[in-house]
């Protein structure tokens, strides 16, 4: 066995000790959640009545976040791509769900999306920056969100964050910042960024940790040239920037009130809605800082810490159980099926109106 194959097979062994580790601690923590002291079996044995309207409110919102991602991955890629047809952009959505889910730090999600659009005939420069700038509106309203939320609710943070909650949340806080800033000179300075990306490929393959640097660089120069020319064309389309915008803080908001709805199934009085949404944000933004699929157990302990005002110890092991069901487990279950990739298909140059269907 040369030294090559050795190495392979070493990767390959980490790999498969990480994913078992994280299947294992997934096992772990449903099976904690479901039958430690105050879960959701004590819960059920309580006699306490669970509104299964407000769980299914939280299903539906949860179902309209992905649904808002499929239209504004279409668009942002019917722009450049004028025969695109929306189960193009359902399957991509799809696709990024599942491989979120999966992958450390969510990394698997846009390359996969971007395969996959491929596949259906979308050029992959167009779909690469379709997706960062996806991601640039992204970034921009959770920082906006987190803004809002600390400065109109600071108080609730005061009072129910312990030290290392608030330091986990300045990080996380300034990571948001530091990838906008990233992402902003990637948009504006065409020929730094270049420059920078070029030099780190050359490094990379000095090192011996990238092939064919040429064609790396080649594609390099292609997908910043068709980013910086979508986010002009971008910048100056003042409508589809402000439909965007919208259309993601709807999304985001309809993410954020899943708990609520969770809180308000255990019949619990006198919650703050504003209160929650703003602590759901915080959740997503400190639990995203964990290189693990779906931020597991920090998503878990971030809930905890920020809803403990609100849901009770009896209650929130299965409210987070059931969070979890909903957003990430379940999540899973129905992306699964669009994650395979199929065979490439060429996209028609012109398409009629009632085909983009």
């Not at 009072?159 to 990571?175: Q, R, T, Y």
């Not at 699964?336 to 490439?344: L, Q, R």
Request: aromatic share 12%.
């Amino acid at each position: 066995m040369n030294r090559e194959q050795e190495q392979k097979k070493f990767r390959v062994s980490v790999s498969l000790i990480f994913n078992i580790a994280i299947v294992a601690l997934t096992i772990f923590l449903i099976v904690y959640f479901v039958f430690s002291e105050d879960g959701l079996i004590d819960l059920i044995n309580s006699g306490l009545e669970i509104s299964l309207w407000w769980i299914l409110a939280a299903v539906i919102l949860h179902l309209l976040n992905i649904t808002i991602d499929a239209a504004i991955i279409y668009l942002f890629v019917r722009e450049n791509t004028p025969g695109l047809k929306v189960r193009t952009a359902i399957k991509a959505s799809m696709v990024g769900q599942f491989y979120c889910a999966i992958t450390p730090s969510a990394t698997g999600g846009q390359p996969m999306q971007i395969l996959t659009m491929s596949r259906s005939g979308v050029k992959g420069s167009v779909a690469t920056s379709a997706l960062i700038q996806k991601f640039l509106v992204w970034q921009f309203t959770l920082a906006a969100y987190c803004i809002v939320a600390v400065v109109a609710r600071f108080s609730f943070f005061r009072e129910n964050l312990d030290k290392h909650m608030w330091i986990l949340s300045a990080i996380g806080f300034v990571v948001q910042l530091a990838m906008l800033g990233a992402l902003l000179l990637a948009s504006f300075a065409k020929n730094f960024t270049k420059k920078v990306s070029g030099g780190f490929l050359k490094l990379l393959a000095k090192l011996h940790i990238l092939k064919n640097l040429d064609e790396k660089l080649s594609k390099l120069e292609e997908t910043l040239d068709s980013f910086h020319s979508s986010n002009k064309a971008l910048q100056k389309n003042k409508p589809l920037l402000i439909e965007a915008y919208g259309l993601t803080a709807i999304q985001m908001t309809s993410l954020f009130l899943v708990p609520y709805c969770i809180a308000m199934s255990f019949h619990i009085p006198d919650l703050n809605i504003f209160d929650l949404l703003c602590a759901q944000a915080y959740v997503n933004m400190v639990s995203s800082l964990v290189p693990l699929p779906g931020g597991s157990g920090a998503a878990e302990y971030c809930f905890s810490t920020f809803f403990m005002a609100y849901i009770s110890p009896e209650t929130m092991k299965s409210a987070i159980l059931i969070w979890r069901t909903i957003t990430y487990y379940g999540t899973i279950m129905i992306s699964m099926p669009f994650s395979g990739v199929g065979k490439k298909k060429q996209l028609p140059a012109k398409t009629q109106s009632d085909e983009n269907i």
